[in-house]
C-alpha cells in the first residue's frame, strides 16, 4: 500500500475543499441567470389558481366583465386575472374574445396588459382605452399554459406599438422600446405597461393603497375545518373522543 501524500504549507485536503463550497454563499445574481425562463416567470397565475386568496371584499370582481374596445366594440368577456404574487397586483386581464373576432377556432383569449385598459366609472364594463379591434388579431394567442417571459415580451411589444401614437420611421426606434426577454423580475415588472396606475378609476376611490387581492379568510376557515372534520372521522380521532 502506497504511502499517504504528504501536505506542505498552504495545501488543502479534499475535506477542507469541499467543506469550503459548501459554506460559501451562493451568488445569487448567478442563481437568477442559471434560472430557466419559465421559472422566472411562476410569479404569475391566474386568481382561481392563486389558493388563499381573492378579490378584496371592499372591490368588484371584474371577471365576467364586458370587454370593450376603444371604438366602443363589444369583443368579450373578462375570464380571469393574472395575479403577480409578489406584488399582489393584476398584471394582465384574460379576455375571452368572440372567437369570429379572432378569426379562431380553438382558442379565443388573449391577455391585455393592465395599463391597456380602464374600468367604466358607472357600468361593469372595461375599455380597452387605446386598442382598436382591428388591432387585436396581431396579439398572441394565450393558451393558459405557463406565462413565459418570452410570451410576455411578445405581448408587451405588441401593446407598445398598438398603443403608440403615429410617429415618423425616425422617431420609432427610440419612442419604442421593447423590453428584453432577459430582463429581471425587478426591472420588468415596473414597467409602464403593466402598471394599475389608471386602470381603476374612480372603482377604488378611497382605499387605493389597498391591495386589490387579499387573503381568503373563509376559505382559510373552511379548509381548516374540513381538516379538523377528517380528522375526528378518523380512528385516531375516535380514540381520542372515547
Not at 3 to 17: I, N, Q, V
Not at 99 to 119: E, V
Amino acid at each position: 500500500m502506497s504511502a499517504p501524500k504528504r501536505l506542505s504549507k498552504g495545501d488543502t485536503t479534499e475535506f477542507e475543499t469541499a467543506w469550503s463550497v459548501q459554506q460559501s454563499p451562493p451568488d445569487a445574481r448567478a442563481m437568477e441567470m442559471a434560472m430557466s425562463e419559465s421559472e422566472k416567470t411562476d410569479r404569475l397565475v391566474s386568481l382561481h389558481e392563486f389558493k388563499g386568496f381573492r378579490v378584496s371584499k371592499s372591490d368588484a370582481d371584474i371577471r365576467g366583465w364586458d370587454v370593450v374596445t376603444a371604438d366602443r366594440k363589444k369583443i368579450g368577456k373578462v375570464h380571469e386575472l393574472i395575479v403577480d404574487t409578489v406584488e399582489m397586483k393584476v398584471r394582465y386581464l384574460d379576455v375571452d374574445v368572440d372567437s369570429k373576432i379572432l378569426d379562431t377556432k380553438t382558442n379565443s383569449h388573449i391577455l391585455i396588459p393592465i395599463a391597456g385598459a380602464q374600468l367604466d366609472d358607472d357600468d361593469n364594463r372595461v375599455y380597452l382605452s387605446e386598442i382598436s379591434m382591428s388591432e387585436l388579431a396581431a396579439l398572441p394567442p394565450f393558451d393558459h399554459r405557463r406565462i413565459t417571459r418570452e410570451f410576455e415580451t411578445n405581448v408587451a411589444s405588441w401593446f407598445r406599438k398598438a398603443s403608440s401614437p403615429a410617429m415618423s420611421p425616425a422617431a420609432a426606434p427610440d419612442a419604442i422600446t421593447t423590453p428584453s426577454a432577459t430582463d429581471d423580475d425587478a426591472s420588468f415588472y415596473q414597467q409602464e405597461h403593466l402598471s394599475d396606475r389608471s386602470f381603476w378609476g374612480k372603482r377604488r376611490a378611497g382605499h387605493e393603497e389597498l391591495s386589490y387581492v387579499a387573503p381568503d379568510d373563509e376559505a382559510a376557515e373552511r379548509e381548516r375545518n374540513d381538516v379538523d372534520a377528517v380528522k375526528e372521522e378518523s380512528p385516531s380521532g375516535q380514540n381520542r373522543q372515547s
